[in-house]
């Protein structure tokens, strides 16, 4: 993350002081150059601190301030400093920190080097000690504009026994010019920071403890009431940070937590240039999260009812590997921890073609797209679970209901995809019915019912697939569109498993897009069933094995889509327009 963490500090005798900062460098040097030659070169160098190009002598230490000979280097001179004011001892090299992953170097000295850095971060220091306050005076707070940069400011207290009020007041910023990226930043910020100042604040108590056990200031002002502020102000009160935590590493510490803090606020954040309207699918899985998140919420605040045993839940669209408690669907999701199992079975739906035969294949894959119930019948879970990862990426989002593995059987209405356990008894009327499709896996007779294709593929030679239908898809029947165009993608070995997968998106997006025009047209417009056949004509879908994809396929539309349609249906400026 291009920004600087600074830690400031409110002296009485001199204002708000930068005590320590950690800044993030961009060297453009090439890979290979050794750290020990850079401190011997002299040329210019294009260097990028806290996010600002500038040139800059390279250097392999940025010396402390007031150490440094040059007269022209920013800060304040060494005689307006008191012990308060300063972190490194004069000839601290300071603290460099390097990132081998990203080339990047972490460095924390008292200021900023560069003469522009050093005004930002000072009018920064400044506002965060006077003006820019919260209510309290201890707490973040949020400033800034586009020519001095974005400020996130945690100002805290830490006590010390000799300090007027028995604390100081103390601040740490950070400063970065992305303002939208600062705000997205706040809660982790907060929470990280928090962590640090809790640190402070709790080695200074102890130290202000044992000083106060040991002579209370206390008793001792009461006594010397009377005497002049002024005189008390000239006594030896200002006291460094180290001093005050008892702790001669803390600067070392705080370099750590500052570099760390710039290096995991910038991973946790990634931009992504998405290009165009986004997918249907995309706006389904937006909506479930956002109804987990609902969920979560309302499970928060009250207490969890037991669900029976017996009923498993339903995954609509969703990934069951990223189950966790927080955001889980099942309350058994830990004993079904799919993260943890081996590597998929079925690898593709090329793969699945090859195991499963062509004609035992279209069949399947007839009734997937249809939206008939598909029932796999085996004892290895991971099996089950992979068949379905596969079968589910020819159907959009809001069209998959699974049941990933059950003990008894599961009516249509509530899952399209079902796992069950070999002993569970199926009605006959489900074995028997057009709508439904039964994979049984079954141990095979001999070692190896198909070639093998891969090394990897042992543990399928002894497994033997029936596929079976009350409704068979006869060879020469012509089928849905997309279901022929999936088949010539499959079979094309001049096409990669990726370019596939490019290619069933392309075609659920074609086929999504007409059933908006249908959904519209039918549901919205209530048009006649004599404009919707020659709607369909248009649109390449008039075939019964079309129109019934597309029926099912309606269901899967986002909830914002539909709303979109309905919020304008039956304007008077629609229905002139039609008439």
């Given at each position: 993350?291009?920004?600087?963490?600074?830690?400031?500090?409110?002296?009485?005798?001199?204002?708000?002081?930068?005590?320590?900062?950690?800044?993030?460098?961009?060297?453009?040097?090439?890979?290979?150059?050794?750290?020990?030659?850079?401190?011997?070169?002299?040329?210019?160098?294009?260097?990028?601190?806290?996010?600002?190009?500038?040139?800059?002598?390279?250097?392999?230490?940025?010396?402390?301030?007031?150490?440094?000979?040059?007269?022209?280097?920013?800060?304040?001179?060494?005689?307006?400093?008191?012990?308060?004011?300063?972190?490194?001892?004069?000839?601290?090299?300071?603290?460099?920190?390097?990132?081998?992953?990203?080339?990047?170097?972490?460095?924390?000295?008292?200021?900023?080097?560069?003469?522009?850095?050093?005004?930002?971060?000072?009018?920064?220091?400044?506002?965060?000690?006077?003006?820019?306050?919260?209510?309290?005076?201890?707490?973040?707070?949020?400033?800034?504009?586009?020519?001095?940069?974005?400020?996130?400011?945690?100002?805290?207290?830490?006590?010390?026994?000799?300090?007027?009020?028995?604390?100081?007041?103390?601040?740490?910023?950070?400063?970065?010019?992305?303002?939208?990226?600062?705000?997205?930043?706040?809660?982790?910020?907060?929470?990280?920071?928090?962590?640090?100042?809790?640190?402070?604040?709790?080695?200074?108590?102890?130290?202000?403890?044992?000083?106060?056990?040991?002579?209370?200031?206390?008793?001792?002002?009461?006594?010397?009431?009377?005497?002049?502020?002024?005189?008390?102000?000239?006594?030896?009160?200002?006291?460094?940070?180290?001093?005050?935590?008892?702790?001669?590493?803390?600067?070392?510490?705080?370099?750590?937590s500052f570099a760390w803090l710039l290096k995991a606020c910038g991973s946790r954040l990634t931009e992504k240039?998405?290009?165009?309207?986004?997918?249907?699918?995309?706006?389904?899985?937006?909506?479930?999260?956002?109804?987990?998140?609902?969920?979560?919420?309302?499970?928060?605040?009250?207490?969890?009812?037991?669900?029976?045993?017996?009923?498993?839940?339903?995954?609509?669209?969703?990934?069951?590997?990223?189950?966790?408690?927080?955001?889980?669907?099942?309350?058994?999701?830990?004993?079904?921890?799919?993260?943890?199992?081996?590597?998929?079975?079925?690898?593709?739906?090329?793969?699945?073609?090859?195991?499963?035969?062509?004609?035992?294949?279209?069949?399947?894959?007839?009734?997937?797209?249809?939206?008939?119930?598909?029932?796999?019948?085996?004892?290895?879970?991971?099996?089950?679970?992979?068949?379905?990862?596969?079968?589910?990426?020819?159907?959009?989002?809001?069209?998959?209901?699974?049941?990933?593995?059950?003990?008894?059987?599961?009516?249509?209405?509530?899952c399209n995809f079902l796992g069950l356990s070999p002993h569970v008894q199926i009605p006959s009327h489900i074995?028997?019915?057009?709508?439904?499709?039964?994979?049984?896996?079954?141990?095979?007779?001999?070692?190896?019912?198909?070639?093998?294709?891969?090394?990897?593929?042992?543990?399928?030679?002894?497994?033997?697939?029936?596929?079976?239908?009350?409704?068979?898809?006869?060879?020469?029947?012509?089928?849905?569109?997309?279901?022929?165009?999936?088949?010539?993608?499959?079979?094309?070995?001049?096409?990669?498993?990726?370019?596939?997968?490019?290619?069933?998106?392309?075609?659920?997006?074609?086929?999504?897009?007409?059933?908006?025009?249908?959904?519209?047209?039918?549901?919205?417009?209530?048009?006649?069933?004599?404009?919707?056949?020659?709607?369909?004509?248009?649109?390449?879908?008039?075939?019964?094995?079309?129109?019934?994809?597309l029926k099912f396929w309606m269901t899967g539309l986002s909830k914002t889509y539909k709303s979109h349609l309905?919020?304008?249906?039956?304007?008077?400026?629609?229905?002139?327009?039609?008439?």
């Amino acid at each position: 993350m291009n920004a600087i963490v600074a830690l400031c500090h409110f002296c009485e005798l001199h204002g708000p002081r930068t005590l320590f900062c950690t800044e993030v460098l961009h060297s453009p040097l090439p890979q290979g150059a050794g750290s020990g030659d850079i401190s011997g070169q002299n040329e210019q160098a294009e260097e990028e601190e806290g996010g600002i190009q500038m040139s800059s002598r390279i250097r392999s230490h940025s010396p402390a301030e007031g150490a440094s000979a040059d007269s022209s280097s920013p800060g304040p001179k060494k005689s307006d400093m008191c012990e308060g004011c300063r972190s490194l001892a004069g000839g601290h090299p300071g603290y460099v920190s390097h990132d081998k992953e990203t080339s990047i170097k972490y460095v924390s000295h008292q200021h900023p080097n560069h003469p522009q850095l050093f005004s930002i971060v000072r009018q920064a220091c400044v506002r965060s000690l006077s003006c820019e306050v919260c209510p309290g005076r201890e707490g973040p707070i949020f400033f800034g504009d586009e020519q001095h940069g974005f400020v996130f400011s945690h100002t805290f207290f830490i006590k010390d026994s000799l300090a007027r009020g028995f604390q100081r007041w103390y601040s740490i910023i950070t400063i970065m010019m992305d303002r939208i990226y600062l705000i997205n930043s706040w809660p982790f910020l907060l929470g990280k920071i928090r962590g640090i100042i809790d640190e402070l604040q709790g080695k200074a108590l102890k130290v202000f403890e044992a000083e106060q056990y040991g002579c209370p200031q206390r008793a001792q002002r009461m006594n010397t009431a009377f005497t002049p502020f002024l005189h008390q102000r000239n006594g030896n009160a200002a006291r460094s940070l180290t001093s005050l935590t008892n702790d001669e590493n803390l600067w070392a510490c705080l370099h750590t937590s500052f570099a760390w803090l710039l290096k995991a606020c910038g991973s946790r954040l990634t931009e992504k240039l998405l290009e165009g309207a986004p997918t249907e699918d995309t706006l389904v899985q937006m909506e479930k999260l956002a109804d987990l998140k609902e969920e979560s919420e309302g499970w928060d605040g009250s207490e969890e009812e037991e669900k029976p045993s017996s009923q498993p839940d339903v995954v609509e669209g969703q990934e069951l590997s990223k189950c966790s408690p927080e955001t889980s669907l099942m309350p058994d999701c830990n004993s079904w921890n799919v993260a943890h199992r081996r590597l998929s079975v079925f690898r593709s739906l090329r793969h699945m073609r090859q195991v499963l035969g062509a004609s035992a294949f279209r069949m399947l894959a007839w009734h997937v797209l249809m939206g008939n119930q598909v029932i796999w019948k085996a004892r290895d879970m991971d099996l089950v679970q992979s068949a379905f990862d596969v079968l589910r990426t020819m159907l959009p989002v809001g069209c998959v209901r699974i049941i990933p593995y059950s003990d008894q059987y599961e009516e249509a209405y509530r899952c399209n995809f079902l796992g069950l356990s070999p002993h569970v008894q199926i009605p006959s009327h489900i074995l028997t019915s057009e709508f439904a499709v039964l994979v049984e896996v079954r141990a095979a007779t001999r070692s190896s019912l198909y070639p093998t294709l891969f090394d990897d593929e042992q543990s399928l030679n002894k497994y033997e697939f029936v596929v079976t239908s009350g409704s068979p898809v006869a060879a020469d029947r012509v089928g849905p569109t997309i279901l022929n165009k999936i088949e010539a993608a499959l079979t094309n070995q001049n096409l990669s498993v990726d370019v596939v997968d490019q290619c069933l998106v392309c075609l659920k997006e074609e086929w999504m897009n007409k059933v908006k025009v249908l959904f519209k047209f039918t549901k919205v417009d209530s048009r006649p069933k004599e404009d919707t056949q020659k709607l369909l004509s248009i649109l390449g879908a008039a075939e019964e094995d079309n129109v019934k994809l597309l029926k099912f396929w309606m269901t899967g539309l986002s909830k914002t889509y539909k709303s979109h349609l309905m919020s304008t249906v039956r304007s008077p400026t629609s229905s002139e327009s039609r008439n």
